[in-house]
């Protein structure tokens, strides 16, 4: 995710060894990051800053949408704030280029994190609305998901930050004891599946029995019965 801070740990060639804040040790694009000095780190996270609020937009070199495009973005994007030019936000990248966002499509993080809706009915609409995303091993934006980049990216457009992978998702939040009928779940509650090595599979329930999930390739983000597998835990991350 753009603004996203990682630790470089080794370069090969065009390629640049990462840990992710997770945890996470991956390989990516030397071109796709921009090198920083902790002093610098730091200025960037202590700037105010701006957040994406659409799941996919453009910020624009002037504050027109006829003007050409910096960058694409998408929801959960983070850059710094520099102000506002008639309907667009000015945000600044990490690379110190700059470029104009619409106003609907973005706003400042701190009023984003005051307003933000963390109701299920809110969160369950934004699982719909990422319905068509393909399905992306690793992915965990709405460029492409996996099954737990799926959950955690429409719980993070909430501001409501949730581990990585499924398997550390099903060890937090409240664990829920389930009535023999299922009939204390609720939407928003997350069902963790085993593939017989561990969990490695979650989705979201939605009610009357079904969930949306990133189920496979083939399937992309789509809902079914919640018992199209066994679910083996059950967790609440939102409040009753």
Request: with cysteine.
């Amino acid at each position: 995710m753009m603004g996203m801070p990682v630790e470089i740990l080794g370069r090969h060639h065009e390629w640049t060894h990462i840990r992710t804040p997770e945890g996470y040790e991956h390989w990516t694009l030397t071109s796709t990051l921009k090198s920083m000095s902790r002093e610098q780190l730091t200025e960037w996270n202590q700037a105010e800053q701006a957040v994406v609020t659409a799941l996919t937009t453009w910020i624009y070199e002037k504050p027109s949408a006829k003007s050409a495009h910096v960058s694409d973005a998408v929801g959960g994007d983070r850059l710094r704030y520099l102000g506002t030019r008639r309907g667009f936000i000015e945000v600044g990248f990490p690379d110190g280029r700059t470029g104009f966002i619409s106003k609907k499509d973005a706003m400042k993080l701190s009023r984003w994190r005051r307003e933000v809706p963390r109701d299920a009915a809110s969160i369950l609409h934004t699982a719909h609305t990422l319905m068509g995303v393909p399905y992306m091993w690793g992915g965990t934006s709405p460029k492409g998901v996996d099954c737990s980049g799926f959950v955690r990216t429409v719980l993070y457009l909430h501001d409501i930050i949730i581990p990585r992978n499924a398997s550390q998702q099903a060890l937090v939040g409240e664990h829920i004891k389930i009535a023999g009928d299922f009939s204390n779940l609720q939407p928003g509650d997350l069902l963790f599946y085993s593939g017989g090595s561990g969990i490695n599979h979650v989705a979201m329930y939605i009610g009357n029995g079904c969930v949306v999930h990133a189920k496979s390739t083939k399937a992309g983000i789509t809902i079914t019965d919640y018992n199209y597998r066994t679910p083996v835990r059950f967790v609440r991350y939102l409040d009753d």
